[in-house]
Structures are given as C-alpha cells and as structure tokens.
C-alpha cells in the first residue's frame, strides 16, 4: 500500500490554519476560471460580423458568483439523499452547513443552472458561454479530485492493492479511518475525468458540437456523470437500490439528460447573434 504521513494543515500565522486541500482546490478554481476568460475570448459569434463579437470576460465573474448558490443547494441535496436516514431523524440539520458535507452529483448541474439564469439576466449569451465552459469544468473537476488527495477525502472501500491508500498522523483527515488500506477512489475519477476530457476534445468533430451552442457542456455533463458512476462502485456508500448507490442513480439521471439535451440542440435550429453577442432568433420560414 502507498502511506501517507504529512501534515495537512497550513498555519498562516499562530491563530489561523488552512488545509492544504482548500489552497489548492482555490488553485484550480482559479486557473479554471482563467482558462474559462481565454477560450471565451477565443469564442466568437456566430454570424456575418467582422470582426465577430467574443464573449465578455467581465460577464464571467457574475455567472460564476451566479452558480454558486446553485451548487451549495444542489451539493446539500444531494449529501441529505445519501444520508436520508440520518437527516429523517434529524431535519433540522439539513440546512445546517457546519454539519456533514456537499456531494458533486447535484452540485454541478444546479451550479449550471443558477450560473445560465444569472446569464441570462445580463444579457450574456448562454449558449455559447455553455460551449466556452465545457472544458474548464472538467479540468476544474478533476483536479478537485487531485486536490482532495491532500485530505485524504473522498477515500473508497477498504483494499489489499498495491496502490491502496493510508493516512496516518493526527490529520484532520476527510475520510473515516484513513489509516485503514482502501481504493484511492479521488484517483480514479481523476483518471476517468482524463478519459472525459478526450472524450470531449473528440466530440467537437460533430456539428451539433462545432456550432457553440451549448452542446459541448452536455457532453462534458454526461462523460463526467459516467465516470462517476463507474467510481461510484468503489466508494463506501450502502446501496439503495440492487447494487446501486445513490450517486449512481443520480448519475445515470444525469447522463440521460445530457443525451436528451444533445438530441434537443441536435434538432434545434443554428441561430445568428447580433453584434452584441446576444442569441437572435432564426427568420421564421417564408
């Protein structure tokens, strides 16, 4: 097995002390966010504008001010559903956000969603900051999942592999028992989240995908959602329905509307976009 005995913590000054799993998630959420501003620069209208008009770097802080209340939400939801017994007999802890934790199966979809109204409501073209996205997501999601090694959280079902994980120090550790051998599940959607990322590059070669309006997100949606549930047989979580967990159902959820979404923007007409940037309507048929 690989052991791990480091401190986790940061001390900033002899009061204050960080993880450092947090410092480096706030890397990746800052270089996602940055990656984000390049390709939205780089992501031009479509229409018969020269030069075309690319998305709005300053529109960026809003929508991503706008997801998280989204994400918080969804996060919270979907941790209670994973932990229903225990929230059934304790409700008023579900909105308490000092106790327990957040899950990623909700989060990112309802973060999307919050950030899209946000979108909307300034006017930001929604389709093509959802193409613009795709891909920072998933580097943003997979290195959280790297990030978390730090903290040992996330760790999966006890293991006898080579590679099975421990941690062992006073931490604080994110995971119960981490000094017990077990599948260093962050690892493996790390991983698969590589594997998503091609996945994603490889989808632009179709048109639905190649005309920005918001597909490229559904498929990096649906590739994460998959590879999540294929983790999602490591993880510690008691089954609730055959063998399935509940991330796993919320994963396959998300997976078919990912392919409903691709079959709606594959049918749906191209549309133009003014100088502005803003979505236009197509003509009606004469």
Do not use: C
């Not at 993880?19 to 031009?44: K, N, S, Y």
């Not at 996205?133 to 998933?138: E, I, N, V, W």
């Amino acid at each position: 097995m690989l052991t791990f005995a480091f401190d986790p913590l940061v001390k900033l000054d002899p009061t204050i002390t960080v993880r450092l799993e947090t410092l480096a998630l706030a890397g990746v959420l800052f270089v996602g966010l940055v990656l984000t501003g390049i390709i939205a620069r780089r992501t031009p209208a479509v229409g018969p504008y020269v030069p075309a008009p690319s998305l709005r770097p300053d529109d960026l802080l809003f929508i991503a001010v706008g997801a998280v209340p989204g994400a918080l939400a969804g996060g919270r939801v979907g941790y209670v559903l994973d932990n229903l017994a225990f929230y059934r007999a304790n409700p008023a802890a579900i909105t308490d956000f000092t106790q327990g934790a957040l899950s990623l199966t909700l989060a990112v979809p309802l973060g999307i969603l919050t950030g899209a109204i946000i979108a909307r409501l300034i006017g930001a073209p929604v389709a093509r900051w959802m193409h613009a996205s795709a891909l920072p997501l998933l580097l943003v999601l997979g290195g959280a999942k790297l990030a978390s090694v730090l903290g040992a959280t996330g760790q999966g079902l006890p293991s006898d592999l080579p590679w099975a994980t421990a941690y062992v120090g006073p931490g604080p550790w994110g995971s119960l028992a981490p000094d017990v051998p077990s599948h260093p599940a962050q690892v493996y959607e790390a991983a698969l989240i590589l594997v998503a990322i091609l996945g994603l590059l490889l989808s632009t070669r179709l048109e639905v995908v190649a005309r920005r309006d918001g597909a490229a997100l559904l498929v990096a949606l649906g590739l994460w959602a998959a590879a999540r549930f294929v983790v999602a047989t490591t993880w510690r979580d008691p089954a609730i329905i055959g063998p399935l967990r509940v991330d796993q159902v919320l994963s396959l959820l998300l997976v078919a509307l990912a392919v409903l979404g691709l079959v709606e923007r594959s049918r749906a007409p191209v549309r133009a976009t003014g100088a502005t940037g803003a979505e236009l309507e197509p003509e009606p048929a004469k």
